[in-house]
């Protein structure tokens, strides 16, 4: 009985190390392929019996074929993954930025400004020159195209990654659906996991679905007892089994800029901290704090206040007869300030100066400007009757909110001068600019067809080009306005802000990638195919199937002996 005995365990031995040798085939054939984890044959002493006084064993068993994988590093890798995604997505968003801002070009933004700074400088030298007077509104134009440009390709970039969201919606919707299909598949195969055997190939797939879900969004996962995996965002759950969570995209009611992907069932957002869908959430509203659009929008906004203020004082060649405000007034009774929240307006004055060709004579009246945050402040209506009062003049307020100041007769013309209130540039009288922001900052047109009326003289109409001088300064001196910065401090200031989150941004992305690149070669080391240590397990495998069979030869021919004696 024992010679059959050990024909049964060499027996058996051989199939063990014909599937050794399989499993080893199976990892050599797959050693290139991407995503493979690497298996390996379990193996177990069979149950020994009794015999006699003797307790036999009966060879040995192959209970299984398993990946070799550590869960723990795969987690902090998924992690890494998701961190990595969402630093490339900005750091995309970022080169952009850089190429948009072209600041080592002679059609950078800090030339644009600098040109449209020394037209002012050339028109002091020349005041009475319609051609200067030209140069400078078309340097204006300029600037304010090289704005509205920017702001456009800005939006332009976050439209584009607005609707990223909508398709990276499709792939968590996808790749979730890919992952509860393989966990009943893989449920299927092993059984529950009364199996000790891993469903390889199909868990090499589900792995790299997870994989990449997390380069979308920030996820935990988490293997149950019968095989399939939960898988959480932050700490709702996406699928469990085969159950899974759909999710859709949704824009603000009251917001069209605000786009968020929820849960379908219960339209709860996704609690999201990395991955590329993060990265979209960010660079998709340029106009939040430090964003992009609100930089340039602060920068237009900078541009057009204290440029305006300056040219509202000045006079050109020409006086007025007729002006219209192009901003609009709220309610006429309630104080500037409150009746358009756009408005900037200080205590203090200005100047109507009135002239009478006829006779040469001017007179000048100060118009006073109340804002200390009382009830008593000056409003639209106060402001207009101040003004129509003067002789000469006539001045109301349009249907749709304008305030319009016109002469009596061809003979009378006005100018504006020493407004410390800044209520001209405000509402835009005899401003430079128009507008509120880099989207729809221009020149005003009234100006650009008639280049008279830039306003370069301080002393009186056609009288010297003292405020284009001070116009010229504002992009190098300091200005209250700007909290003591020029108009150039500004924007040197926006840049290098620019430039330090970049660069900390890259540094953040690289110092990822790098602790990225260490959990992958740690998860190779662990599940990857060595061929050298494979090559190993084969000659083993080969060499144990060799000795079986000599074995199962052995015993054959002792019973061969056995039964020629009987």
């Known amino acids: 009985m024992s010679l059959f005995g050990a024909v049964q365990s060499s027996s058996n031995a051989l199939r063990v190390n ?111 020159n319609e051609a200067m007077r030209a140069m400078a509104l078309q340097r204006g134009q300029e600037l304010s195209n090289q704005l509205r440009g920017l702001s456009e390709s800005v939006l332009s970039a976050s439209e584009k990654n607005r609707q990223g969201i909508y398709s990276a919606s499709d792939d968590i919707n996808r790749l979730s659906n890919s992952i509860a299909k393989l966990n009943v598949r893989i449920m299927e195969l092993e059984g529950g996991r009364t199996l000790k055997s891993d469903a390889v190939g199909l868990r090499d797939e589900r792995l790299k679905a997870l994989d990449e879900l997390a380069t979308i969004v920030n996820i935990n996962v988490s293997e149950q007892t019968n095989g399939s995996v939960s898988v959480f965002i932050g700490g709702d759950f996406l699928l469990s089994g085969a159950n899974r969570r759909d999710v859709k995209v949704v824009t603000s009611p009251f917001n069209e800029n605000h786009t968020e992907v929820q849960f379908t069932d219960t339209e709860t957002a996704l609690d999201i901290s990395a991955g590329r869908l993060k990265g979209l959430y960010d660079t998709a ?125 061809e003979a009378i013309k006005f100018s504006f001068s020493n407004d410390t209130s800044g209520v001209l540039a405000a509402i835009g009288i005899n401003t430079f600019f128009r507008g509120n922001n880099s989207s729809d900052i221009e020149v005003r047109p009234t100006l650009v067809q008639n280049p008279s009326q830039v306003a370069v003289s301080l002393k009186g109409i056609g009288n010297g080009g003292d405020n284009a001088i001070r116009i010229a300064e504002a992009f190098t001196k300091a200005n209250d306005l700007l909290g ?83």
């Open 18 to 128: 014909q599937i050794g040798l399989q499993v080893v085939g199976n990892n050599i054939a797959n050693a290139n392929t991407p995503g493979y984890i690497r298996q390996e044959l379990i193996q177990t002493a069979a149950q020994g019996y009794r015999s006699g006084d003797v307790i036999i064993g009966q060879g040995v068993l192959a209970i299984g074929v398993q990946q070799k994988v550590d869960n723990l590093v795969l987690d902090r890798l998924r992690s890494a993954t998701s961190e990595v995604s969402y630093q490339e997505q900005l750091e995309s968003s970022n080169q952009q930025t850089e190429s948009l801002l072209n600041e080592l070009s002679t059609r950078d933004f800090s030339s644009m400004l600098n040109r449209f700074s020394n037209a002012f400088q050339e028109i002091s030298n020349q005041p009475g």
């Open 285 to 409: 509203a340029p106009w939040k704090p430090g964003g992009m659009k609100y930089n340039l929008d602060k920068m237009a906004k900078d541009l057009i206040n204290v440029v305006n203020r300056l040219h509202s004082q000045g006079q050109g060649t020409v006086g007025f007869r007729d002006v219209v405000s192009e901003a609009a007034v709220g309610p006429t009774y309630l104080p500037l300030e409150q009746s358009n929240p756009d408005f900037s307006i200080d205590n203090g004055a200005f100047t109507i100066t009135v002239t009478d060709a006829r006779t040469n004579a001017a007179k000048t009246y100060d118009i006073p400007v109340r804002q200390l945050g009382l009830a008593d402040d000056t409003t639209p209506k106060q402001l207009v009757d101040s003004i129509d009062a003067i002789d000469g003049l006539a001045a109301s307020i349009t249907n749709d909110g304008h305030i319009q100041i016109k002469s009596d007769s």
């Open 484 to 566: 003591g910065l020029s108009l150039n401090g500004v924007y040197d200031g926006m840049i290098a802000d620019t430039t330090r989150s970049i660069n900390e941004q890259k540094g953040i992305a690289d110092g990822l990638r790098n602790f990225k690149q260490s959990l992958e070669a740690q998860h190779l080391g662990i599940s990857g195919v060595n061929l050298d240590e494979e090559a190993i397990k084969m000659m083993l495998f080969q060499r144990a199937f060799q000795a079986t069979s000599r074995v199962i030869a052995a015993a054959t021919e002792m019973l061969q002996t056995l039964v020629e004696l009987v």
